[in-house]
């Protein structure tokens, strides 16, 4: 790829070469874009050398994103892709019930507090009822002592580690991340979340791995320390017509991370709906009113009547011109027919005008 594209850029640089020292051979008074514009040949070769760069640039990060250490994701069909599709409501609930049954042994979710979790994939009273299962440490009261009391909608979702430190001692110096925005800070999001999940298998041959390191091709490097903890039937659902195979889990959990990166996605699509409905029909009634308001505007034409002046003769000084002459309608013979056409009607019978 980088060997095609600095061919095409070696290409370009000889073409405008070419095009600058050619000589043109339009006559002299035709019009030349190169008089027009006197730094026209700088501009052009400015422009073939930035096309160079871009293109070496472009090619140099091709190379290197198909020489990563991991494999590419495939795609998924994901029924919340759609600009018109919301996320699955039991899919969140299910994928709720996988983080806390299997990965919020590792994994926190710091930024989602339970009143997150009310209308969205369980109903307000679940929710408190679910937070008061946790005991969060509070204080100091009025002894200046710290307590621990049920928690509340308020309350965000506990971390399995007291802090990074203690994290660490438990998984062999690797860090769990974070999980509540970890499909938006990953590169492929869900499609790259689902293929981690569901990606483990056994390493190549010569592949070297350290103790408590497993193989995955969709993590950098291949080696990770996360075991495979999504299998089939590791929890079960309550619903009984979702079968709860290893990649029907991974869905589920993967959607409810999708939530917890962008919970006010399905309003945002809303909204974007509802700006392009009340777009469209105040466009149309502005456009009306525009052709409205500015038709006669528009329709009207205008003509140039210059002032005229007769001298008696038939010969008229128009006003400003100075001697020249221009022809009125006292010197026609259809306006000389119609006066006298009026001066007749205007006598009595004794020749005498009224």
């Keep these: 790829m980088a060997n095609k594209f600095g061919y095409v850029s070696s290409k370009l640089l000889q073409f405008s070469k070419g095009y600058l020292n050619r000589t043109s051979v339009r006559p002299k ?125 308020s309350d965000y979702l506990p971390s399995p580690y007291p802090n990074e430190e203690a994290a660490r001692s438990a998984n062999n110096g690797a860090y769990p991340p974070d999980l509540s925005y970890i499909v938006s800070a990953r590169k492929g999001g869900e499609d790259y979340i689902f293929a ?59 959607t409810f991370l999708k939530w917890t990166s962008e919970p006010e996605s399905d309003e945002r699509k809303l909204l974007l709906i509802k700006v392009v409905l009340i777009s469209s029909f105040l466009i149309g009634i502005s456009y009306y009113i525009k052709r409205h308001k500015w038709s006669a505007l528009k329709s009207r034409k205008i003509f140039f009547v210059p002032e ?4 008696g003769n038939g010969q008229s000084k128009r006003k400003g011109q100075g001697n020249g002459s221009a022809k009125t309608d006292e010197g026609c013979p259809k306006f000389e027919h119609k006066k006298s056409e009026v001066s007749g009607k205007n006598d009595d019978g004794d020749g005498k005008t009224k």
């Design 308 to 311: 005229v002046t007769g001298n």
């Design 29 to 153: 008074t035709s019009f030349s874009a190169r008089n027009w514009i006197p730094g026209r040949p700088k501009l052009l070769a400015l422009g073939a050398l930035t096309a160079g760069m871009g293109a070496l640039l472009y090619a140099l990060d091709a190379s290197v994103d198909a020489s990563n250490d991991c494999v590419h994701p495939p795609k998924q069909l994901w029924s919340h892709k759609g600009l018109l599709s919301a996320l699955d409501r039991e899919a969140v609930r299910r994928g709720y019930q996988v983080y806390k049954e299997v990965c919020s042994s590792c994994h926190s979710l710091q930024y989602i507090a339970y009143r997150n979790l009310a209308d969205n994939c369980m109903t307000e009273a679940e929710a408190k009822a679910e937070a008061e299962q946790v005991m969060v440490k509070d204080g100091p009261d009025e002894n200046g002592e710290y307590f621990e009391r049920p928690g509340k909608l």
């Design 196 to 254: 981690l999940l569901t990606g483990y298998c056994d390493p190549p041959a010569g592949f070297g791995l350290r103790d408590g390191q497993y193989f995955n091709p969709y993590f950098s490097g291949g080696a990770i320390s996360m075991g495979q903890v999504i299998n089939n039937e590791v929890v079960t659902y309550a619903d009984d017509e979702v079968a709860p195979s290893g990649s029907q889990i991974a869905k589920d959990v993967v």
